[in-house]
Each structure stands twice: as C-alpha cells, then as structure tokens.
C-alpha cells in the first residue's frame, strides 16, 4: 500500500484545507502522512491574527483544523521558516510533494507622495498589531489625533474602520492583544472615514458585514443617501444579486435616523487619495473626486490603507504581481501552490476549501512511485519546533488565562512568551 509523505508550508486555512482534502482523499489503496510546517509558533493563519477580534463566530472553523491535526497523519512543525531553517529545495527532495500555503501579508501600496510619513501604515501592521501577532506588537500606531482615515472598499477596510470607531470598552470580552485594547482605551480618536476610490455598487464589502454596521451601541455610521441612490442608477437592472444586497444594506445605513454618540464612522465614495501632506507626520490626505479635476482635503493624524495584499517571496519559488508562478495551482513536478499565495486576496475563508480541493486532487494525479527519503527532523536536529501537543498546551494556556477576564483566550504575544507557554 503506498503511502505519500506530503510536506504544506504554511498553517493557515488554506493549508488545513489542503490537508483536510488528502484526509478525505484516502482509500485503502493511498495513504498520506502531512507534515505541516509554520513560519510562527501558533498555527491557523488569518483566523488568528487576520479576523476581526469581535467576530468571534469566523473564529470557530479552527475546531475544524484541530480535527485535521488530530486525524493521525497529521505533524506539526510550528516556529520553523522555509528559506531560513530549511530550503524549498530539501523539501522537494524528502517529500512526494511539497504544497505552498504560505498565503498575502504584505499589504500593497498606493504610489502617492507621502505614503511613507509617520502614521501613514498598512492594515498588513495594523490587523496583526490588534490580533497580537509577534512580529508586530511594537507597531506605532499614531492614535493621538482626532481623525483617522482608512482607504479601502473591504471586509478588511471595514473592519479596521470599526476597531477604530467602537467603544474600545466593546473589546474587552474578545482577545483583542492587551496592548491594543489600552491604547485604543487611550486614543483621541472621535471620527473614522472609511474612503473608496469607486462607487458603492463596486465596493467589496459583505452584505452581512454592511448590515452589522448600524448595531454599534456608541458609533454614528453615516452613509450619504445620495451616494447610495446614485448607485442604483449607474448599476442598473441587470444588478448582480451580490451588489443588489450591498447597496439594499447601505441604502438603510443612509436611511437610518442620525445618532449622537461621541464617536462616528462615515463612509466616502468616488475618492481617490492624490498625495498625503505633513510635517514629519500625516496631517492631511489630498483627494481628486474620481471622474473629475475636483480636488478636497481631509485634515486627520493616521492613514491606514486597506487596498489588496501580496505575497512575501520564498527563495526557490517563483513570484509575479505578488503570486507564486502556477497553473492551476501547479508550480512544477512535486510543487502545488494554494489559497492567497496562488491565487491573490480574494474571497473569505471558505473560498479556500474549495480552491484547496481542487489543488489537491491535481496532486493526486500528478503522483509518482512513493519515495521515502529521510525526516524533515533530521534537518531541525539544532533546532526545536512547536509540535500539536506543544501547541496544544500553548492555547489551552491562553484559553484559562482568559478565562476569569470574562474572554475566549488571553493571547500570548511575543515568540518568547508563546514558545514558554508549549514548554520550548
């Protein structure tokens, strides 16, 4: 009976799913062994530190994952990063195959003058620096003004806007990182402007997202009704079902009777940001109203631009507009590519079951005579890694110390701190 030695770089949902699809792929006849390895010491990717920490229900697709890990053919090998600790080229050599879920976190920019000035930052910094990811904890975020302005037409662009325009109070119940909760409990800011460079009938925003919206307990969110009937105009009749509920949620935002709470979110459309202005910080966004010479301004102190994301690049692999080079998510002899890293920042979770998939079943095809060469722990023999039972033991400390705060989980935040909770 053959059993395939199959190596995924990268746990997040793409990887999982990936692994999930060669469980269900299994027959008496082929038999896999996974290996999974993880660039950080906690695995599942964006739903860790990509979700927004009041969506806690997204959250729970990792009982998912921990049915994968615990299926019996499953390793994990977490704090351990291709191209530092091992090569692409070691793994394509030990394994029948090699699967890239190494997924899109570097957030793209804008090409305008002053992008680069203090408090002008990413939501690739941004999402990770409130969803205590390691690598960012020690992100500036300048929160000491009165305006922030957020560029984007996302899920990802929302959620940013609204983890600045709630009460941070809101927060305490979710495990948003501790030091996110304390400067957002700290910060001057009053007004969120969420801007987009098209109409709202080209938004990407989730009619569910949308329709949340209006239940912030302390928050004004202001659509302009204009804005929105103008919409429907350009869209016309033979509106996709999609855009017809997007534009039927913002149509009662803007319908929606004022509020007065101390803090508001509103959103702009048909704005595209030209140059950002300042004296050794962000002090204004210069705007040209898209399909016009209008130009206006906004005077604010933080910039978060939510436009898209793109791959950080592997050694050994090949890379073009921020993807790994595939065909269908197939890069060479024994290399696949799934999720972000094949396809780009596109879809929600679930898209990446079924793109997953059918990667996987392309790998099945594309199988050789089972080969057996060596153990990726011949290669760490210097270095230790996170296992699942370490891993375990990581979020079930999480899990008690939060606990009697009243939240899902205390998060760990920095490798140290993380890697002393597994025992390492």
């Not at 996302?154 to 609204?162: C, E, K, L, S």
């Not at 009937?229 to 869209?235: G, I, K, M, N, P």
């Not at 702009?268 to 050794?280: D, R, S």
């Amino acid at each position: 009976m053959p059993s395939y030695k199959v190596a995924i770089v990268g746990a997040g949902p793409a990887g999982y799913f990936a692994a999930q699809a060669l469980q269900n792929l299994q027959t008496e006849e082929l038999q896999f062994s996974i290996d999974m390895i993880e660039r950080l010491p906690t695995p599942w990717g964006l739903v860790r530190s990509g979700v927004a920490p009041d969506h806690p229900k997204i959250k729970t697709v990792s009982k998912v994952f921990e049915k994968v890990a615990n299926a019996g053919n499953f390793r994990l090998f977490g704090d351990v990063e291709l191209g530092t600790d091992i090569s692409i080229e070691q793994l394509k050599e030990m394994y029948d195959a090699v699967v890239i879920a190494t997924g899109s976190a570097i957030g793209k920019k804008l090409g305008i003058p002053g992008e680069d000035l203090p408090g002008s930052i990413s939501c690739a910094e941004f999402v990770p620096w409130y969803n205590a990811h390691p690598d960012f904890h020690e992100t500036d975020v300048l929160l000491d003004c009165q305006t922030a302005l957020v560029i984007g037409a996302g899920n990802v662009a929302m959620d940013v806007a609204r983890m600045l325009a709630l009460e941070p109070s809101e927060l305490d119940a979710t495990d948003t990182a501790d030091h996110a909760i304390a400067a957002l409990k700290a910060s001057a800011i009053r007004e969120v402007v969420l801007s987009a460079r098209r109409g709202p009938e080209h938004a990407a925003f989730t009619s569910p997202e949308l329709r949340e919206l209006p239940k912030l307990e302390h928050t004004n969110v202001f659509m302009a009704k204009s804005d929105i009937e103008a919409a429907v105009v350009r869209a016309g009749s033979e509106i996709e079902k999609d855009t017809r509920s997007n534009l039927d949620a913002m149509l009662l935002i803007s319908e929606k009777e004022a509020t007065n709470h101390d803090r508001t979110m509103k959103f702009q459309f048909l704005a595209t940001p030209v140059e950002i202005k300042g004296n050794n910080r962000v002090e204004e966004v210069v705007f040209q109203r898209t399909g016009s010479d209008e130009r206006f301004s906004i005077k604010c102190g933080l910039v978060i631009t939510a436009i898209g994301y793109e791959a950080a690049s592997i050694p050994g692999i090949p890379y073009e507009r921020g993807k790994v080079v595939n065909n269908e998510g197939r890069v060479d002899e024994n290399l696949y590519v799934v999720g972000w890293a094949k396809r780009g920042p596109s879809g929600v979770i679930g898209t990446n079951k079924s793109d997953s998939t059918e990667v996987m079943k392309l790998l099945v095809e594309g199988l050789k005579t089972a080969k057996s060469n060596g153990d990726i722990t011949d290669l760490l023999t210097d270095k230790s890694h996170v296992s699942q039972e370490k891993w375990e033991a990581i979020n079930a400390s999480e899990i008690a110390a939060g606990e009697p705060l009243g939240k899902p989980r205390k998060k760990a935040v920095t490798r140290e701190e993380l890697l002393s909770l597994g025992g390492i």
